[in-house]
Structures are given as C-alpha cells and as structure tokens.
C-alpha cells in the first residue's frame, strides 16, 4: 500500500474483526483500518467482531446495493444494519 501514488478515497473490509487496532506500547493504535485512514482514505467501513461469511456476503451486497443508490459510506451502512439487525459489528470510520 506504500506503493500507492494515493490512498484509495473509500474502503471495505468485510473480513471478521478486520476494523480492530492493535495498540503497541506508546500508546500507537496499528492495524489495516489506522494504516488506511492515516495514508488518506476517507472512509472505510469494517468489522469489529466476528462475523460469520453468510452474514458479512448479506451486508455487503445490501450495502454496495445503497452505495449504487448514491448513498454516502455512513449512511448505506446505517440502511444495511436497519434491514440486518445482526450486522451490527459493522462500522464505518471516517467521513463520506
């Protein structure tokens, strides 16, 4: 992800407790999600528990289904979680 010339504006990582940092001495959060956000990425939506494949494979599809609806990354989650009460572990951090 160095690499990268920018930092990709939205992410998702469906992958269970994909969104949790790890805090090193010094109090330094570190993890995929903190990496993300610090190189620039505006939004990432990601999980914070675990979550089951059936469950993470019904949220996105009703999540990328809202974004097609031009709903900002926040918001099409938020409808997600209304229409899947159990997708809770999901958030999103970061602003649209």
Same mark, same amino acid.
């Given at each position: 992800?160095?690499?990268?010339?920018?930092?990709?504006?939205?992410?998702?990582?469906?992958? &269970?407790?994909?969104?949790?940092?790890?805090?090193?001495?010094?109090?330094?959060?570190?993890?995929?999600?903190?990496?993300?956000?610090?190189?620039?990425?505006?939004?990432?939506?990601?999980?914070?528990?675990?979550?089951?494949?059936?469950?993470?494979?019904?949220?996105?599809?009703?999540?990328?289904?809202?974004?097609?609806?031009?709903?900002?990354?926040?918001?099409?989650?938020?409808?997600?979680?209304?229409?899947?009460?159990?997708?809770?572990?999901?958030? &999103?951090?970061?602003?649209?």
């Amino acid at each position: 992800m160095e690499r990268l010339q920018r930092a990709p504006r939205h992410v998702v990582l469906s992958a &269970c407790e994909s969104g949790l940092p790890d805090v090193r001495p010094g109090d330094e959060q570190l993890g995929l999600a903190a990496a993300l956000l610090a190189m620039g990425t505006t939004s990432l939506v990601a999980t914070v528990l675990p979550v089951p494949d059936e469950l993470s494979h019904a949220v996105m599809l009703r999540f990328d289904g809202h974004r097609r609806r031009r709903l900002d990354p926040a918001s099409a989650l938020a409808r997600a979680q209304q229409e899947l009460p159990a997708a809770a572990a999901f958030r &999103c951090f970061g602003a649209g």
